[in-house]
């Protein structure tokens, strides 16, 4: 898709929203473009989501960010860890020994809430039984998502890679725009 493609799917997008009541002024291109990209390219569709997402953001996290206070109980157990970033600057994040019911609520809270933030995910050391639960998850996933692939410099030792794991409450990202 070229600049000018763009630019009018942006254009409609804008419209679309404002038609279904709500406002993109505070938002930039790079978030309305992650939206068009999760539906295709379809403004309309991409209209809905978004505004559903400003209607999630409003009650869940009213503030812009989730203080460390407010998820001291998910932080403790330090089942999370950041591995550094990609070769496409995107930040490479682990979770240990999660749960398959966790990790459908998780992919379903990056579908509809943060459309084109997961750049990768890799499964390892999966249980047995975990094969049959990931093919009812992978169903709903979208194929390019299931396609991509990450380097050894992310993947952590542990699995053969050379990232050391660090608990992601002992690190600082920038904030994301939109």
Known sequence: MDKTQQEIALTQL?????????STEKYGEPTLMRFLIARSMDPEKAAKMFVQWQKWRAVFVPNGSIPDSEVQDELGPRKAF???SSKDGYPQISYKNIDARGLITGFQLLQAY???????????SMPWFFVSVWRM????????????????????????GRATLLAVQDVTVPPLEG
């Open 14 to 22: 804008r419209k679309s929203v404002q038609k279904l009541g709500s």
């Open 114 to 124: 943060y459309p084109e933030r997961l750049a990768r995910c890799f499964i390892l």
């Open 82 to 84: 950041l591995q550094g």
């Open 137 to 160: 998850i992978s169903r709903f996933l979208e194929k390019a998502t299931l396609e991509k692939e990450i380097g050894e410099e992310v993947l952590p030792e542990e699995h053969g």
